[in-house]
């Protein structure tokens, strides 16, 4: 993959406005490979170009800068929610970030920033499920089916890292992440071999009127 920089790095220099960002962040998952961290500081100086530029959200521009290890500790004092949020992910080991992340987990993101950065930053960083239970349950009851790996799929799997069973009965936190999937109509496709892995993963039936019954 490391071959392919030179040409997406290319191809964001002289990209439309409207693509700029889609192919900003395909460069910066190339750029973070150990073998590549010579080249990081250009590719941030462009970042930063096409940032000044407005061609997109501030917000997704800000992520890529942060997923290179530009330094955005500056940015989380900043009054615009959809700047200081990009930082926290950034920092996650500064407790003004990790207040950001986990207040940010119960809202959809800003546009340019992706739900399951948030998603993943809120499990690393919140010392059990309980912590972000609240939250939880609004993400599985927005998420679409897709969510099944690093949405709603992502907080099941943490919500329940050992299967439901007999002896192992739901406490109330989970229960109510499980009231929320019952709630969400994308996720209960019986042919939806994703989804149902999930709910099997976590000892969960993948029936809708069984898990409502269990989250009574």
Same mark, same amino acid.
Not at 51 to 63: C, I, M
Not at 64 to 88: E, H, T, W
Not at 94 to 101: F, V
Not at 116 to 135: K, P, Y
């Given at each position: 993959?490391?071959?392919?920089?030179?040409?997406?790095?290319?191809?964001?220099?002289?990209? &439309?406005?409207?693509?700029?960002?889609?192919?900003?962040?395909?460069?910066?998952?190339?750029?973070?490979?150990?073998?590549?961290?010579?080249?990081?500081?250009?590719?941030?100086?462009?970042?930063?170009?096409?940032?000044?530029?407005?061609?997109?959200?501030?917000?997704?521009?800000?992520?890529?800068?942060?997923?290179?290890?530009?330094?955005?500790?500056?940015?989380?004092?900043?009054?615009?929610?959809?700047? #200081?949020?990009?930082?926290?992910?950034?920092?996650?080991?500064?407790?003004?970030?990790?207040?950001?992340?986990?207040?940010?987990? $119960?809202? &959809? &993101?800003?546009?340019?920033?992706?739900?399951?950065?948030?998603?993943?930053?809120?499990?690393?960083?919140?010392?059990?499920?309980?912590?972000?239970?609240?939250?939880?349950?609004?993400?599985?009851?927005?998420?679409?089916?897709?969510?099944?790996?690093?949405?709603?799929?992502?907080?099941? #799997? !943490?919500?329940?890292?050992?299967?439901?069973?007999?002896?192992?009965?739901?406490?109330?936190?989970?229960?109510?992440?499980?009231?929320?999937?019952?709630?969400?109509?994308?996720?209960?496709?019986?042919?939806?071999?994703?989804?149902?892995?999930? !709910?099997?993963?976590?000892?969960?039936?993948?029936?809708?009127? $069984?898990?409502?019954?269990?989250?009574?």
């Amino acid at each position: 993959m490391a071959q392919a920089y030179p040409v997406v790095l290319s191809l964001l220099a002289a990209s &439309p406005p409207d693509r700029a960002l889609f192919r900003a962040e395909n460069l910066v998952a190339i750029a973070r490979m150990p073998s590549l961290a010579g080249r990081r500081e250009e590719l941030a100086a462009l970042l930063l170009e096409w940032s000044d530029r407005g061609a997109g959200p501030q917000t997704g521009w800000l992520y890529c800068l942060g997923q290179l290890g530009f330094d955005l500790r500056d940015r989380l004092i900043d009054p615009d929610p959809a700047v #200081r949020l990009p930082a926290a992910l950034a920092h996650e080991d500064d407790p003004r970030a990790r207040e950001l992340i986990l207040t940010a987990l $119960a809202e &959809p &993101p800003p546009s340019g920033l992706h739900q399951f950065a948030l998603v993943a930053a809120a499990i690393r960083i919140a010392t059990d499920f309980g912590e972000i239970a609240t939250a939880a349950c609004r993400v599985a009851g927005r998420d679409s089916w897709t969510g099944f790996d690093d949405g709603w799929g992502a907080l099941v #799997r !943490f919500a329940l890292p050992k299967p439901h069973g007999t002896h192992r009965p739901l406490t109330e936190p989970q229960r109510a992440l499980v009231r929320a999937l019952v709630n969400n109509d994308e996720l209960w496709d019986p042919t939806n071999g994703s989804c149902g892995l999930v !709910f099997t993963q976590a000892g969960l039936p993948h029936n809708r009127s $069984a898990c409502r019954r269990l989250a009574r």
